[in-house]
């Protein structure tokens, strides 16, 4: 199971740092992704990982803003969100899947991940 947290109502211009939890003992064997999905909008990759925490993945709008990390003794990953827009307003959601291979490196589309959160609201305002 994975468990989103970390969401909020903030201005923009601040930071936030999203958690995914994950429960059980295998979490390093999967690579993990922020998806999010503004109203009306498709599910998009924000971010992503691979199983190691060395490749890392972020679509255009977010690079050198977010930052995508995990710690798997924790089980969890992270994503520092820094001078959020208002455009950064949507649920976050992060999903997981199952990498077989320690070289195994990020997936950065919806279909390719096995599980998913429950997702956690991001607003920011201007």
């Known amino acids: 199971q994975l468990q989103a947290s970390g969401g909020g109502l903030v201005q923009a211009g601040v930071s936030l740092r999203l958690s995914c939890a994950a429960s059980g003992r295998t979490f390093s064997s999967y690579a993990v992704g922020w998806f999010r999905q503004a109203p009306g909008k498709e599910r998009d990759v924000v971010a992503a990982?691979?199983?190691?925490?060395?490749?890392?993945y972020y679509t255009d709008s977010v690079k050198g803003r977010f930052t995508i990390s995990r710690d798997n003794v924790k089980n969890t990953v992270y994503l520092q969100m820094n001078s959020l827009k208002p455009d950064d307003t949507a649920v976050y959601y992060c999903?997981?899947?199952?990498?077989?291979?320690?070289?195994?490196?990020?997936?950065?589309?919806?279909?390719?991940?096995?599980?998913w959160g429950q997702g956690t609201q991001v607003t920011v305002s201007s």
């Open positions: 999903a997981a899947k199952f990498t077989p291979y320690s070289s195994g490196g990020y997936f950065s589309k919806r279909n390719e991940y096995d599980y």
């Open positions: 990982i691979s199983r190691n925490g060395i490749s890392t």
